[in-house]
Structure formats: structure tokens, C-alpha cells
């Protein structure tokens, strides 16, 4: 069942981050006691571990977010903007490339081309054929200049990184957010560049602007989106 298993996965997190701070906490049991040399190097563990538990904690409610959207939580109908239930799973659903449409896209458009890249990297992560019926991830790569920047959802990533783009919670756990953010820690700034995604943009990414927010923070002039469904040109300047 996979909400089996995202479930199953949600618990390693909150496991991971209860880890982390019972780590904390033995730490700060041995400040009262320690020599006043010592102080210091404790206090230096406790914000490293700290800061790890707090990046286990976000990682889970991000991935709490994301399962939420995916199997349609009432909680959510407010952010989503009062969507109901039915119309998340179908968005989702019809998000997903399905063969018929890759077989389409061959067509002539040539779009197959450019997701041939995300289906090599989702090969090398073992992870399912994007549309297949488990796949429950989504790749996504930034191309600027002669760079690429391979993105993936965080639940995922085996090594998913903190997001410090400045985005919505629902997109921060996306493989846009992923890719944009490792373009961003290598430095690009300006430029055109071109982000193919191997499913639709969700809302809050999309029609809510949040790829246009994080690649306004890369200064980007220009950003063409490519997914399943077709092309987008976001220009910014
Ligand atoms: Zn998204």
C-alpha cells in the first residue's frame, strides 16, 4: 500500500528527529556538571544538534504536507483555496505522464527528448518510471548555461538538503524547490534557464507562483518551464 509506506516513512523521520533530540538532551544534562572548559564544546554540539533535529522536524512536516495533498486532507481545503478533496486526487492524477501522452509528445514536439535526462536519473535512484502506478515522486532539473541541477521531491531524496529560498511549505518539499535551491548554493544568479519537471507543476508551485518566487530569488530574466502537459516561458525582467 503506498500511503502504507509514506506513512511508514513519515514515522523513520519523526524517529530520526526524536533521535536527535534525546541527543540534545543527554547533552544538556551534562552542562550542570561538566568542568567550565568543557562548556563551550558542549554548547557548540547542542546547536549542531539542534539545528540537525530542526531540519528532521521540518523534513517530516514537510513530508506531512505533501501526504497530506496527495491523499487529500480536509485540513488542507484552506490552503489549497477551499479545492475540495476529489479535485487534488484528480489534479494529481492527471498530472502524472501517462504512456499514451509520452507516446503523444513523439508526435513531433520533441518534448520526449528532454525528459529522457529525468528518466536516466530516476534509473540511477532506483526510483519507479515517472507515471508509472507507483511512482509517488517527481524529478525536476534546471539547466542554465552548460549547468544542470537535478531535482527531487524530499520525501524521495536520499539526501534531501535544507531549502532556503524563501517559498511556500507545499513547494518546499517539491523537486522544483530542490533543483531551484541547488542552483541557488552553487551561486547562479541571472540569465535564462530552462526547468524540465517530469509532472505537472502542482498549484501551489504553479498557479501560486512559487517557482516564480524562487527563480526571482536566483534573479533569473527568464524561465522556461517544461512539463508533461506542455511549455511555459515565466519572464521576470
Ligand atoms: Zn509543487
Not at 13 to 29: G, P, Q
Not at 220 to 237: A, C, D, M, N, T
Request: net charge negative; hydrophobic share 35%; with cysteine.
Amino acid at each position: 500500500m503506498p500511503l502504507a509506506d509514506d506513512i511508514e516513512e513519515f514515522r523513520r523521520n519523526v524517529a530520526k528527529a526524536i533521535e536527535e533530540l534525546e541527543e540534545v538532551r543527554s547533552v544538556s544534562d551534562k552542562l550542570t556538571a561538566c568542568a567550565v572548559d568543557e562548556i563551550h564544546r558542549h554548547l557548540t554540539q547542542l546547536q549542531d544538534l539542534c539545528e540537525q533535529a530542526s531540519i528532521e522536524i521540518k523534513r517530516a512536516t514537510e513530508q506531512l504536507i505533501e501526504i497530506n495533498t496527495k491523499w487529500g486532507s480536509e485540513s488542507l481545503k484552506s490552503y489549497l483555496g477551499q479545492q475540495n478533496k476529489r479535485d487534488i486526487i484528480e489534479k494529481r492524477d492527471s498530472n502524472l505522464i501517462t504512456s499514451a501522452m509520452a507516446e503523444s509528445l513523439k508526435g513531433g514536439s520533441g518534448l520526449t527528448d528532454v525528459f529522457q535526462d529525468l528518466a536516466e536519473y530516476r534509473q540511477q535512484l532506483g526510483l519507479p518510471i515517472a507515471g508509472s502506478e507507483d511512482d509517488r515522486s517527481t524529478v525536476a532539473k534546471l539547466e542554465i548555461g552548460d549547468r544542470g541541477f537535478f531535482g527531487i521531491n524530499s520525501s524521495s531524496n536520499p539526501n534531501p538538503r535544507p531549502i532556503t529560498l524563501r517559498v511556500n511549505p507545499i513547494s518546499r518539499s517539491h523537486a522544483e524547490a530542490d533543483a531551484l535551491q541547488q542552483a541557488f548554493d552553487a551561486g547562479v544568479r541571472g540569465g535564462r534557464a530552462r526547468l524540465v519537471v517530469d509532472r505537472d507543476l502542482c498549484r501551489a508551485c504553479g498557479q501560486n507562483g512559487g517557482v516564480k518566487g524562487m527563480a526571482r530569488q536566483l534573479d533569473l530574466e527568464e524561465l522556461e518551464v517544461i512539463s508533461p502537459s506542455g511549455r511555459e516561458v515565466i519572464q521576470l525582467k
